[in-house]
């Protein structure tokens, strides 16, 4: 079992930046792969980011590419999502989540623990 606590989020103006943490407990967390996803009133839960056991391998969802960044530190047992150049669509609740094997992928039905998630708001 592992449990995943996010934090980071808020509201912020479009252009601004955020970071997301997400801390994780429980089984040896550098024995995960993790992602981030979102998830928008009325939307189904979409993709954002994944980033390998390691650190080695990252990928992200077309629409956050090159404004978001994932990274871990697995001596603090946390993973992060850099959010720059926040735009009104990028509105949504974020969760973070683990998979156990290596390196994961897109589908959130793949994933085996997930955090409570935080709400992020960007105002136009």
């Known amino acids: 079992q592992v449990q995943l606590v996010e934090s980071g989020g808020g509201l912020v103006q479009a252009g601004d930046s955020l970071r997301l943490s997400c801390v994780g407990s429980?089984?040896?967390?550098?024995?995960?792969?993790m992602g981030w996803f979102r998830q928008a009133p009325g939307k189904e839960r979409a993709f954002v980011a994944t980033?390998?056991?390691?650190?080695?391998?990252?990928y992200y969802a077309d629409s956050v590419k090159g404004r978001f960044t994932i990274s871990r530190d697995n001596a603090k047992n946390t993973v992060y999502l850099q959010m720059n150049s926040l735009k009104p669509e990028d509105t949504a609740v974020y969760y973070c989540?683990?998979?156990?094997?290596?390196?994961?992928?897109?589908?959130?039905?793949?994933?085996?623990?997930w955090g409570q998630g935080t709400q992020v708001t960007v105002s136009s």
């Open positions: 989540a683990a998979d156990r094997r290596l390196v994961a992928g897109t589908l959130a039905s793949r994933y085996d623990y």
């Open positions: 429980g089984r040896t967390f550098s024995n995960y792969a």
């Open positions: 980033i390998s056991w390691n650190g080695d391998s990252t």
